[in-house]
């Protein structure tokens, strides 16, 4: 018998779309550097939520697929935004100047 009731249940996870996400993390590592984002007091949170926009807009209303500089989906940038954003939060004792909205 074995008891995983209220666990983490990873099963659950889309791996496809982590995947793609990771894609953007290793092209922001290449351009920049290997966890930038997190390095320092990271990025403030409207820097994060104008790029979701861009990328949100460029697939939304435009229907562009895929960013024109990495060739990866505007998704995966968009969630790769909410995935730092998300970290900042969990973690604002760290990440404590960069909550910047109004």
Known sequence: MKFDLGK????LFPWDAA?????VLQFGAGKY??????????FKYSRLFNSSMRHFIAWFWRNEDK???TGISHLA??????MFL????LNKDRFV???DRR
């Open 8 to 11: 983490t249940q990873w099963n």
């Open 86 to 89: 998300l970290h900042y939060v």
């Open 77 to 82: 940038h968009l969630g790769c935004n909410v």
């Open 97 to 99: 100047t960069n909550d």
């Open 19 to 23: 995947e793609e996400i990771v894609k």
């Open 67 to 69: 960013d024109p500089e």
């Open 33 to 42: 550097s290997p966890w930038n984002w997190a390095e320092a007091e990271g």
